[in-house]
């Protein structure tokens, strides 16, 4: 994978905040779910001499729906989160501390899906598969009323995806941002069944390695391969660039050796 190396930005008042601090507590606690069982969530487990790629993202959650998706190597499942419960509790059919679980619906997958997203407003549910990528956009209700067929499709030019980023505010829900193994970031919106374009065109930046939404997702930040990172709108518009931390150079100049591995915006 090829990837251009972005030139050194010039923002000499750029610092590094201060250390995160260690908070300790003896007030966290955890639900326990039936002590030391497990519910086989998927019918057909991963092989283990072909598992998903790293990246693959194959559990997702509506919270106000309460409903859980999860896909296997050959199906999708999407059923509520208090049979899951319920599963733990339950006295059904077990193997040893396994126990067994039906969803509610169950979809059988012609390819590998690597990628499995609700929006934030829990209207779509988007699929990626991992050899060829593309998004699978599923209305969620339609689903829950028996339907099986994906609203629509969207190319993603042959490529996988490395990652589906919902926009985290239901006001925006529409828009996801996803980036392609070769480092291509582009915007969907689901509404308009299309990618939103930029001056740049629908790419709207290159060597991209992670993406993050602000918390009001009114702009997003990307990560680049040489260790620095992009902040700009959904219309593609630059608000700033953010070096890479001081002290830390390229160890060989004309190459991504120094990615960004994860990106998150904390406060807007």
Not at 45 to 54: A, E, F, I, V
Not at 91 to 120: A, D, H, N, Y
Not at 153 to 182: D, F, H, Q, W, Y
Not at 242 to 250: A, C, S
Request: hydrophobic share 35%; glycine share 10%; charged share 20%.
């Amino acid at each position: 994978m090829t990837m251009t190396i972005i030139p050194e930005p010039n923002n000499d008042n750029a610092k590094i905040g201060p250390e995160i601090v260690d908070i300790q507590t003896e007030g966290l606690s955890f639900l326990a779910l039936s002590g030391e069982s497990k519910v086989q969530l998927l019918p057909t487990p991963w092989p283990p001499q072909k598992l998903p790629p790293p990246n693959a993202s194959l559990l997702a959650t509506a919270t106000k729906r309460g409903l859980v998706a999860a896909v296997g190597p050959d199906s999708l499942i999407l059923a509520t989160t208090q049979s899951v419960r319920d599963a733990y509790d339950g006295t059904g059919p077990s193997v040893g501390k396994l126990k067994k679980f039906e969803p509610q619906i169950k979809m059988l997958m012609e390819t590998r899906i690597s990628q499995l997203v609700f929006t934030s407003d829990e209207t779509y549910l988007v699929l990626s598969a991992e050899t060829g990528g593309g998004l699978a956009v599923y209305d969620v209700q339609s689903l829950l009323d028996g339907s099986q067929q994906a609203l629509f499709e969207l190319p993603t030019n042959g490529e996988a995806l490395r990652c589906i980023v919902p926009n985290p505010s239901p006001e925006k829900g529409e828009l996801i941002a996803l980036v392609t193994a070769g480092g291509d970031l582009m915007i969907a919106n689901l509404k308009g069944r299309e990618y939103i374009s930029s001056p740049q065109g629908s790419v709207f930046k290159k060597c991209v390695s992670c993406v993050s939404w602000s918390t009001k997702g009114k702009q997003l930040v990307a990560g680049l391969g040489d260790g620095t990172a992009f902040q700009m709108t959904p219309e593609g518009e630059a608000k700033a660039e953010i070096p890479r931390p001081p002290g830390i150079d390229l160890i060989d100049h004309g190459k991504c050796n120094l990615i960004c591995s994860t990106v998150n915006w904390l406060i807007e």
